[in-house]
């Protein structure tokens, strides 16, 4: 299945279940002209290592008639942050009293009460200087549409290019960040806390002030499929599927009676 050879472990207690293989995992994308193979080696999993059909029996898509996630071969790869869709969104900031926007999928919501949202942004962003200029920035959210636009933010440094006019700025009560009325959510956040990372800086921020376009409410609720967000997955932008299930309920048939 993968390219390049497979050594069996020495240890005769690891070689019965592991195997060492040599893979060629690509740098960045094939299609890139700096496409750099990189040698890994890589441990795996052979046999199975847990009992059959305790979690996880249900049929995989796209596999072969019967495959199960609990029968499925794990094979470790090289440590990195665990791939999962991040939900895209577009900071904006006043640097030194210009709009100026970047894009960002490092977003997330670390409380509902108080409102509390992180972006993780490297350090050598100009929008940086900006957040900690004013202690605001702002939380957009591009719905599928502004996908270019959207790009763009993440592809030129306002330290270079003015971004100050590919949106339409407004502000809420106080001018202290930008937001985008393009956008059809919209949020001002205060920084409460910035956490220093060796090559980002977390700004967590406070919700203080919360813009939707009323389209795009369904009973007072901001309505997703309204929104229309982009996801980021791996190098490719998605858009949301349908709905899987309701939270709080879909597991309720598991609870002990
Ligand atoms: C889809 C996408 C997601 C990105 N996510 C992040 C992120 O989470 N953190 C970050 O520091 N940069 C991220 N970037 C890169 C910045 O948006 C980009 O470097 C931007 O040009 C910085 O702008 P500035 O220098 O004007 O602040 C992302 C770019 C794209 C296209």
Not at 91 to 98: C, I, R
Not at 111 to 134: D, R
Not at 241 to 248: E, H, K, M, Q, W
């Amino acid at each position: 299945m993968h390219p390049a050879g497979t050594v069996q472990q020495k240890n005769p207690r690891q070689s019965r279940n592991r195997q060492t293989d040599f893979l060629f995992f690509p740098k960045r994308e094939s299609g890139n002209r700096n496409f750099q193979p990189v040698l890994y080696i890589l441990h795996r999993t052979v046999g199975k290592s847990k009992a059959p059909g305790r979690s996880g029996g249900h049929v995989l898509p796209g596999s072969a008639p019967g495959a199960r996630r609990s029968d499925m071969e794990k094979i470790q790869i090289p440590n990195q942050a665990p791939s999962t869709p991040m939900p895209i969104v577009i900071a904006g900031a006043l640097v030194k009293g210009k709009e100026n926007y970047l894009t960002i999928g490092a977003y997330g919501v670390m409380s509902m009460q108080p409102p509390l949202v992180y972006i993780s942004s490297m350090k050598a962003h100009f929008t940086n200087a900006g957040i900690k200029e004013t202690g605001y920035f702002s939380i957009n959210v591009p719905p599928a549409a502004l996908i270019k636009e959207t790009d763009y933010c993440g592809l030129v440094s306002g330290r270079t290019t003015d971004k100050s006019r590919i949106f339409t700025g407004f502000y809420g009560k106080e001018k202290h960040a930008p937001m985008i009325q393009e956008c059809p959510v919209n949020a001002v956040c205060k920084v409460v806390k910035t956490v220093e990372l060796p090559n980002n800086e977390v700004f967590i921020g406070e919700v203080v002030e919360y813009y939707v376009d009323t389209p795009c409410l369904t009973d007072n609720i901001p309505d997703p499929k309204k929104i229309d967000p982009l996801l980021l997955a791996g190098h490719s932008y998605r858009k949301l599927g349908g709905i899987a299930g309701t939270a709080f309920s879909a597991g309720k048939s598991l609870m002990k009676k």
